[in-house]
């Protein structure tokens, strides 16, 4: 009787293992650094076992000569090497992992923490260093201890005008920032099956927030009939029962529009609380919620509004944006005054595309809004995606309709 | 491993953002992450880390998994970090860049000298002893070894 976490891992949780990786993803921030490393071990070629992705969505495209030159290294490193390789606007590495690649009971690392995202297919997935990664550029494989599991067990279903974030800023306060460290998080109860496969990414993507090591939902008839419209053909994992080191619950039913104040990620209010800040940037995309169902709600809120401040929407990936073109979505947003940007992660780190000034006040559906993430001297607050398209159309932080 | 430094009293939840901002990243020059390490929390800090030993709140290194701030660390001189828990990301990477990271609690003054003695399982400051939890057998191998490159190119 077995955890995810112990099935997939194939031991119980606290022992070590050495563990084949299926799949290895880095960005272009850990890419440099991961191959810089990857030379230094001495290494020629690169392991022939795991399916290596190198993906440039964190500052793309360069926000500067120094930046580009060293992308420049890693792109002509990843097209002259056996690897997969997105440049600039194919999208976010854990959303690119998310359409159609990573499959139920797959060991999956990608050089950035917000790496436990794929959980949501069932996967054992979780953010690793470069150092780490470059290893399995070298060997194809790395030691895990396996984690305890906390379950998060949900019933009920989510009201109209709360999102999947909503429950994510939830746990996410309940556990605080590191709760679950060094665990894994398994989604439970029959309230997931109301829950959509957008709504488990963002779910997961928040799980590293509690120091988690990754966050999982069992693969069901949701996720088998997802990955099927993505030419993929897998079956259902089935529960068993096993043994928790803490359990959590929740009634979707009871959760309510909230938002995570500065500078931590586990200080929640009721977004009623806030109501009436004044707001100087709203952001809606990342790998939290920067899908096509994220997008379609923004523009279902703002559609024949003006927003009244600077809004910038950012699609999670290429895929995302074209799907908002086929459907209108885009032509809503941009009607309605939004600033699109390049598929990617937009200003989250602080980066480029959309960073704070000093003393400026941002509403964001990111992850992070640690001190001077975005900008110093800028605070970040997070939400959903309707609270912040609710929130811009008003210019000020404002609840949005709730059935 | 034995060690010893002054120690920098810091709180919990350290995030990788605040040991090096996102800014500063983009470089190949560790010299850069050296200088503005820390900066967000006290830009007086970066000066400062040179055969010190942090010893920080629960939590620590918790965010981004950027490896940067490990070296940053470990570049600056600082010897050791001491903290109830870390973050797993920065733990694994701390290690893997030969910067011991050891968990263990104990009240920080600043400026007192700390000791630890990570083969006997112990870290010593104010006179007093606080015992450790031990590293995995690999992580103790990786460790000993100066981090994961050195480890690799033994292992080869």
């Given at each position: 009787?077995?955890?995810?976490?112990?099935?997939?891992?194939?031991?119980?949780a606290?022992?070590?293992?050495?563990?084949?990786?299926?799949?290895?993803?880095?960005?272009?921030?850990t890419?440099?650094?991961?191959?810089?490393?990857w030379k230094?071990?001495?290494?020629?070629?690169?392991?022939?076992?795991?399916?290596?992705?190198?993906?440039?969505?964190?500052?793309?495209p360069?926000?500067?000569s120094?930046?580009?030159t060293?992308?420049?290294?890693?792109?002509?490193?990843?097209?002259?090497s056996?690897?997969?390789?997105?440049?600039?606007?194919?999208?976010?590495?854990?959303?690119?992992?998310?359409?159609?690649?990573v499959?139920?009971?797959?060991?999956?690392?990608?050089?950035?923490?917000?790496?436990?995202?794929?959980?949501?297919?069932?996967?054992?997935?979780?953010?690793?260093?470069?150092?780490?990664?470059?290893a399995?550029?070298?060997n194809?494989?790395?030691?895990?201890?396996?984690p305890?599991?906390?379950?998060?067990?949900?019933?009920?279903?989510?009201?109209?005008?709360?999102?999947?974030?909503?429950?994510?800023?939830?746990?996410?306060?309940?556990?605080?920032?590191?709760?679950?460290?060094?665990?894994?998080?398994e989604?439970?109860?029959?309230?997931?099956?109301?829950?959509?496969?957008?709504?488990?990414?963002?779910?997961?993507?928040?799980?590293?927030e509690t120091?988690?090591?990754?966050?999982?939902?069992?693969?069901?008839?949701?996720?088998?009939?997802?990955?099927?419209?993505?030419?993929?053909?897998?079956?259902?994992?089935?529960?068993?029962?096993?043994?928790?080191?803490?359990?959590l619950?929740?009634?979707?039913?009871?959760?309510?529009?909230?938002?995570?104040?500065?500078?931590?990620?586990?200080?929640?209010?009721?977004?009623?609380?806030?109501?009436?800040?004044?707001?100087?940037?709203?952001?809606?995309?990342?790998?939290?919620n920067?899908?096509?169902?994220?997008?379609?709600?923004?523009?279902?809120?703002?559609?024949g509004?003006?927003?009244?401040?600077?809004?910038?929407?950012?699609?999670?990936?290429r895929?995302?944006?074209?799907?908002?073109?086929?459907t209108?979505?885009?032509?809503d947003?941009?009607?309605?005054?939004?600033?699109?940007?390049?598929?990617?992660?937009?200003?989250c780190?602080?980066?480029?595309?959309?960073?704070l000034?000093?003393?400026?006040?941002?509403?964001?559906?990111?992850n992070?809004?640690f001190?001077?993430r975005?900008?110093v001297?800028?605070?970040?607050?997070?939400?959903s995606?309707?609270?912040?398209?609710?929130?811009a159309?008003?210019?000020?932080?404002?609840e949005?309709?709730?059935? | 491993?034995?060690?010893?430094?002054?120690?920098?009293?810091l709180?919990?939840?350290?995030d990788t953002?605040?040991?090096?901002?996102?800014?500063?990243?983009?470089?190949?020059?560790?010299?850069?992450?050296?200088?503005?390490?820390?900066?967000?929390?006290?830009?007086?800090?970066?000066?400062?880390?040179?055969?010190?030993?942090?010893?920080?709140?629960?939590?620590?290194?918790?965010?981004?998994?950027?490896?940067?701030?490990?070296?940053?660390?470990?570049d600056?001189?600082?010897t050791?970090v001491?903290?109830?828990?870390?973050?797993?990301i920065?733990?694994r990477?701390?290690?893997?860049v030969?910067?011991?990271?050891?968990?263990?609690?104990?009240?920080?003054?600043?400026?007192?000298?700390?000791?630890?003695?990570l083969?006997?399982?112990?870290?010593?400051?104010?006179?007093?002893?606080?015992?450790?939890?031990?590293?995995?057998?690999?992580?103790?191998?990786?460790?000993?070894?100066?981090?994961?490159?050195?480890?690799?190119?033994?292992?080869?």
């Amino acid at each position: 009787m077995s955890t995810l976490s112990e099935r997939i891992l194939g031991a119980a949780a606290g022992e070590y293992v050495d563990r084949k990786v299926d799949r290895a993803y880095v960005c272009d921030g850990t890419g440099m650094l991961t191959l810089e490393t990857w030379k230094q071990m001495g290494a020629e070629r690169l392991s022939d076992l795991p399916q290596l992705y190198v993906i440039f969505d964190h500052i793309a495209p360069a926000n500067n000569s120094t930046t580009a030159t060293l992308q420049h290294e890693l792109r002509e490193f990843a097209c002259g090497s056996f690897l997969h390789f997105s440049d600039i606007g194919g999208g976010i590495c854990h959303q690119l992992m998310s359409e159609g690649v990573v499959l139920p009971g797959e060991v999956v690392v990608g050089a950035d923490s917000h790496s436990c995202t794929p959980g949501a297919f069932g996967a054992f997935a979780t953010g690793f260093g470069a150092t780490d990664m470059a290893a399995i550029w070298l060997n194809g494989e790395t030691w895990f201890r396996v984690p305890d599991s906390i379950s998060i067990y949900l019933s009920g279903s989510l009201r109209g005008g709360v999102e999947a974030k909503d429950l994510a800023l939830s746990y996410v306060s309940t556990l605080g920032m590191d709760g679950g460290t060094y665990c894994a998080l398994e989604f439970t109860g029959d309230g997931t099956r109301t829950l959509p496969m957008d709504d488990r990414l963002t779910l997961c993507n928040l799980s590293v927030e509690t120091g988690a090591k990754t966050g999982m939902f069992y693969a069901d008839d949701v996720t088998v009939r997802y990955l099927a419209g993505l030419g993929q053909k897998v079956s259902p994992q089935v529960p068993e029962p096993c043994t928790y080191s803490r359990e959590l619950e929740f009634d979707l039913a009871d959760i309510v529009p909230l938002v995570a104040i500065p500078d931590r990620v586990d200080t929640v209010k009721p977004v009623q609380d806030l109501a009436g800040l004044s707001l100087d940037q709203v952001f809606i995309g990342t790998c939290t919620n920067g899908r096509y169902s994220d997008l379609a709600r923004a523009a279902k809120i703002v559609k024949g509004n003006k927003v009244a401040v600077r809004t910038i929407v950012v699609p999670a990936s290429r895929a995302v944006l074209a799907e908002a073109i086929r459907t209108g979505v885009l032509a809503d947003l941009v009607g309605a005054g939004c600033t699109i940007g390049t598929p990617g992660c937009g200003p989250c780190l602080g980066a480029h595309m959309g960073v704070l000034g000093e003393g400026e006040i941002c509403l964001s559906t990111a992850n992070r809004n640690f001190k001077n993430r975005m900008g110093v001297g800028g605070e970040i607050y997070l939400s959903s995606v309707a609270t912040a398209a609710t929130s811009a159309l008003a210019g000020e932080i404002t609840e949005p309709e709730v059935d | 491993m034995q060690g010893a430094g002054h120690a920098v009293c810091l709180g919990p939840d350290i995030d990788t953002d605040v040991i090096i901002a996102g800014r500063y990243l983009r470089t190949k020059d560790h010299g850069i992450w050296v200088s503005h390490v820390f900066e967000d929390l006290d830009p007086a800090l970066a000066g400062r880390m040179s055969g010190t030993v942090i010893v920080a709140g629960k939590n620590f290194g918790c965010g981004s998994s950027r490896e940067q701030a490990a070296i940053a660390l470990r570049d600056a001189g600082v010897t050791a970090v001491i903290a109830p828990s870390f973050a797993r990301i920065f733990f694994r990477n701390a290690i893997n860049v030969g910067l011991p990271a050891i968990e263990c609690s104990l009240s920080c003054i600043e400026g007192e000298n700390v000791r630890f003695d990570l083969a006997a399982g112990w870290v010593e400051a104010g006179g007093s002893r606080y015992p450790i939890r031990p590293l995995s057998p690999r992580m103790q191998e990786i460790l000993a070894a100066g981090g994961l490159v050195s480890y690799w190119r033994s292992h080869r």
